[in-house]
């Protein structure tokens, strides 16, 4: 189980919990045989005026908020490595996925989500977040194939390698914005191939993962452009756009 949560939104619906006491829930309805997964994602690529932070697994503090923070503190779970995009790991997935995990490609072929993607019964908990938190569409990108991965879309300020303390990563591919990603959501309740159920408010997802790389066959064989965002400020999809532009030439 790859879990997204806002803590915020999960105190309206229980407000003593503490971030234990959900881990706790958690590794409760996974354990023995499962796995509770968190991102902890650093973003540590390497600036080319040289001021990037240098990732460390130990030290580096997660960008993807304070649930993220905690369960990498939280006993028995460890840290991949990647730079950019790097895990907490607890339960069977640490049989298989090492620390020193980081691929060329952080989140597509050799990654913790090609792990999830290839595992029986995986599942996405997302609460109080939508689409555009679920790391998974990232990997749907790579399976999928969508043409504008080739365009590494961050080339005004940075250079396709990942800034780590062991050592310097070259990435082939390196995932861009999410926020299109909603168009996909939007799409899959539109046909009803997925259900967001509400308690006090916060909305609630759990999607089967290889139901939901099948249900989005269509989409990203005939509208992964929608993945895309339209804020014009967006460096990376206004980049992305330009290349699928070219390349219809």
Not at 33 to 57: A, M, N, Q, W
Not at 77 to 106: A, Q
Not at 231 to 248: G, H, I, M, T, V
Request: aromatic share 14%.
């Amino acid at each position: 189980m790859i879990v997204h949560a806002s803590y915020k939104r999960l105190q309206n619906i229980i407000p003593s919990l503490s971030p234990s006491r959900f881990f706790e829930a958690l590794t409760g309805e996974v354990f023995p045989d499962g796995s509770v997964i968190f991102p902890s994602f650093t973003y540590c690529l390497k600036r080319k005026d040289g001021t990037h932070e240098v990732y460390s697994s130990d030290k580096s503090i997660p960008k993807t908020g304070y649930l993220s923070q905690k369960f990498i503190e939280h006993p028995g779970v460890i840290r991949t490595s990647s730079p950019t995009h790097s895990f907490g790991l607890s339960g069977d997935v640490t049989n298989y996925i090492r620390g020193d995990n980081s691929p060329e490609s952080p989140l597509g072929f050799g990654s913790v989500m090609q792990w999830v993607a290839d595992s029986d019964n995986s599942y996405a908990l997302l609460i109080g977040t939508d689409f555009t938190s679920f790391t998974f569409i990232h990997f749907l990108e790579h399976y999928y194939k969508v043409p504008y991965l080739e365009q590494f879309c961050w080339e005004d300020d940075y250079i396709a390698a990942a800034a780590g303390i062991e050592r310097e990563i070259h990435l082939t591919e390196v995932p861009g914005c999410s926020k299109g990603f909603i168009k996909l959501e939007k799409f899959l309740l539109g046909n009803k191939l997925i259900q967001k159920q509400l308690f006090s408010g916060v909305p609630v997802y759990y999607i089967n993962l290889r139901f939901l790389t099948d249900a989005a066959d269509d989409f990203f064989k005939f509208h992964y452009a929608e993945l895309l965002c339209s804020d014009e400020k967006c460096q990376c999809c206004a980049s992305r756009k330009k290349y699928l532009q070219k390349e219809k030439f």
